[in-house]
């Protein structure tokens, strides 16, 4: 894993974070993006240590541009990556019944959870190492689970990871032939922004457990969608 280049994602907090500090750790080179520059902070702090290992990026996963931008830049410093992953994540919160929805909030869902890293991948392709197995990672959800019992909730956000999960699908089939191995995961309930103080994972925990499932990944279990404890989930 040492010589890796790892891109991430929504890496200025939370899960994002804790895969950018651990994937640093473990030796990689990562490149972190974030949409907002005034957020980076922690990053920045990551970076005094690990000067030569981490370059951050500002990129919007919801503006077409800035991701143009990004592969270009990443192209000029002839970079190849080894591993994608697609953490930056929107939740339309209180979207819970049809009778009062945001259409806009749950629009934003599918921009961020879903199209954007649809067009994310789709520019990074050619900068990814055709040397040896190449990977993508997409940050799904069990709340975007089909066939799960679950109740009534957050129209946009289980919607937009419903169709990440296909997302996860569709390039699993059409990249196999080109050694690109590519999997959802569910990161649990985790303790972020997004997830609440009441919830029940601890990020590094979660980020530990992303990692691990990664790790595990390749052509002959490309396409499945696990939580981050390695169980296989369906979708």
Known sequence: MNNQVVLITGANRGIGLALTEQYLINGCRVIATCRDD???????????????????????ITCPDTIHRLANNLCQQNISIDLIINNAGYLDRDNHSIHA??????????KVNAIGPLFLIHCLLSLLNKTRLCKIAIISSSKGSLTEPQGVDWYGYRMSKAAANMLAVNLSKELVDDNVAVVSVHPGWVQTDMGGSAAR????????GIIKVIDQLSIANTGEFYNFNGEQLPF
Do not use: G, H, P, R
């Not at 970076?47 to 919007?60: C, N, P, R, T, V």
């Not at 929805?101 to 599918?110: G, L, N, P, R, V």
């Open 201 to 208: 994972v601890k990020v590094i925990d979660s980020a530990l």
């Open 38 to 60: 005034a957020t980076t902070t922690e990053l920045m702090s990551l970076q005094a240590q690990f000067a030569d290992k981490l370059l951050i990026e500002s990129m919007d």
């Open 101 to 110: 929805i945001d259409y806009a909030d749950a629009e934003m869902c599918f």
